[in-house]
């Protein structure tokens, strides 16, 4: 992770801050290329440890095991979408434009941004891709997002449900629109790559540009 964009998350994701020291940095760089590679399924500490000539104590003193390790991944991940978000429209005066560039990155956001090196934007992409529902289906769901480890996702959806409002004032669901949006762009490229009989997006050299136009018409369809 480039140390000028340091994305503070919920403290109850980890044991100690991976941010805050070279082998923590590490470990999250690392854990993303592993999980990419391999899935969560077969990921385990010990092969993490292995790849970075490092134990699986040390890593423990971290996160204290690999559901949180990709609870981290995915918050981070809806956390540096924020940023790109703020980043890319707060010039931007008309919600209604403001919006279609929103739609822009979530349709854009698996590609990798340099300047973040060495955390591959592209590899976490993939992973929030296939292993982000994983995140909250689980048993102790309740008990997770009393503990706040949900966060970045619902300010994700907060702050673009402001521009719908802004858009819409008399519009009645905006969270429920754009989590709708944001999870249609993510299982929408898992179709395309996998199951592909579920969507239209096929076409590697349209698919972007096909998945921004479902999202467009899905929510300014809505919106009028």
């Not at 992409?125 to 706040?148: C, F, M, P, W």
Request: zero cysteines.
């Amino acid at each position: 992770m480039n140390p000028l964009l340091r994305i503070d998350l919920n403290e109850r994701l980890y044991l100690r801050d991976p941010q805050d020291t070279v082998l923590g940095r590490r470990l999250v760089a690392e854990s993303v290329k592993l999980i990419d590679e391999i899935g969560l399924e077969q990921f385990t500490f010990k092969k993490l440890a292995l790849r970075m000539e490092s134990t699986e104590a040390s890593l423990y003193r971290y996160f204290e095991n690999k559901h949180r390790l990709l609870v981290y991944l995915v918050s981070w991940y809806w956390a540096w979408l924020r940023y790109q978000i703020r980043f890319h429209t707060h010039n931007v005066p008309d919600a209604a434009q403001r919006l279609r560039l929103i739609l822009g990155i979530f349709t854009r956001a698996h590609h990798d941004d340099p300047s973040t090196t060495p955390l591959d934007e592209a590899a976490l992409y993939r992973i929030v891709v296939n292993e982000a529902s994983k995140v909250y289906l689980t048993h102790d769901v309740d008990e997770d997002n009393q503990a706040g480890l949900f966060r970045e996702y619902k300010r994700l959806v907060a702050e673009v449900a402001a521009v719908v409002t802004e858009l819409a004032p008399a519009y009645p669901f905006p969270r429920a629109l754009v989590s709708t949006l944001v999870e249609a762009a993510r299982k929408q490229h898992f179709f395309a790559r996998h199951l592909p009989g579920l969507t239209d997006a096929q076409n590697p050299d349209s698919q972007e540009q096909d998945l921004y136009r479902f999202l467009e018409s899905l929510a300014f369809g809505a919106l009028r």
